[in-house]
């Protein structure tokens, strides 16, 4: 009879868990070899060793041939495995319905949670209410029972006063609540609000780079820019897209100008409008009282010469603050992304 040799355990094996190493185990198995064992896992098993395989990274090979010793001759040439988002999605599109593995990977890509009412706990208040607006309040009310106290407190905060109450009634008159109720209200989550949160979740990097650009200063901006534009020009166009720039502050309605007015360090929107284009200049001043407007005149002249850093310092202030008051909803910014849609 035949033995094969014993492999020496590894060291680098001491630093994968259990878990972790039936991960590696499934994921070096693949969809052929790996198919009558995950037929034998439940939903949460099926999650959990998902969401494991998929923050595995890079196995030595060392670890594989220990884990997967009868295939050693099969694994030998490996220099390694990748566990990711994307391989645990196809290991598990051989093996399993599409519509499990869609719930399965928007679980794991979701927010941290074994459960769906845990993971729901962990987004935040104003998304949360912003999805609720839209809902029977009998719903809401029951969402509410399942949150944890505090954090429902925090989103019915957030809720039209009016729906708050209505919702709050609900809950002091809710007898149990039927499990198939429950069931039909989790799957409306998990199918319209966990996997849009996953979606805007993944963000394009091309926007991550146009923050990156609005906060540069100006020299540092074109150079940046010139050198994409020159190496990735159509990159470069897309990341010009999405910025938003102190230029765009002209496009805003003039009830935005004033709230931004309103809020912005006098001495900043002063030093901004100096060096800003004449066009810019003039909206602002028109958003101002006569006075006010004479003021900020008066306060430009008296400056004298200044820096064209010091003004580029104070414009990118602004469009700051412009976009803070846009994510608080107190303004509605242009989106550069389009040429007639608004955020609001």
Avoid at 56 to 76: D, K, Y
Avoid at 134 to 144: K, L
Avoid at 298 to 316: L, Y
Avoid at 333 to 340: A, G, H, I, P, T
Wanted: proline share 4%.
């Amino acid at each position: 009879m035949n033995m094969i040799a014993p492999v020496i355990e590894p060291i680098e094996l001491k630093k994968y868990s259990g878990l972790q190493r039936a991960g590696a185990l499934m994921l070096a198995l693949g969809q052929t070899h790996g198919a009558p064992i995950w037929e034998q896992l439940t939903l949460d098993e099926i999650t959990e060793l998902s969401s494991c395989i998929s923050q595995l990274g890079r196995i030595p090979v060392a670890v594989i041939e220990h884990l997967l010793v009868q295939f050693s001759g099969e694994v030998t040439g490996m220099t390694s495995l990748h566990g990711s988002y994307d391989t645990t999605e196809r290991l598990l599109s051989g093996v399993l319905p599409e519509d499990r593995v869609r719930e399965i990977m928007e679980g794991i890509r979701g927010p941290a949670g074994r459960t769906m009412w845990d993971k729901l706990s962990n987004v935040s208040e104003n998304l949360l209410a912003a999805f609720l607006r839209n809902e029977y309040p009998q719903t809401i009310a029951v969402i509410m029972q399942k949150l944890r106290p505090d954090h429902a407190a925090r989103v019915l905060a957030e809720l039209p006063k009016e729906l708050s109450a209505d919702v709050i009634l609900r809950m002091l008159r809710m007898d149990t609540v039927q499990k198939d109720v429950i069931q039909e209200v989790e799957q409306t989550l998990r199918s319209e609000f966990m996997s849009n949160l996953a979606r805007a979740n993944r963000t394009d990097p091309h926007e991550t780079i146009a923050e990156i650009f609005n906060a540069l200063d100006r020299t540092s901006e074109e150079q940046l820019m010139a050198a994409l534009d020159e190496r990735a020009p159509e990159s470069a166009e897309r990341v010009r897209s999405l910025m938003f720039t102190f230029e765009d502050l002209g496009k805003l309605l003039l009830p935005a100008v004033q709230t931004l007015v309103r809020n912005a360090n006098k001495r900043e929107l002063t030093l901004a409008l100096k060096g800003a284009p004449e066009d810019i200049r003039r909206l602002f001043l028109s958003s101002m009282t006569e006075r006010a407007a004479k003021l900020v005149r008066s306060d430009m002249a008296a400056m004298g010469p200044v820096r064209a850093r010091d003004c580029e310092e104070a414009q990118a202030n602004l469009v700051r603050l412009a976009k803070a008051l846009a994510d608080r909803g107190e303004i509605a910014l242009f989106d550069s992304k389009s040429d007639d849609a608004m955020i609001y």
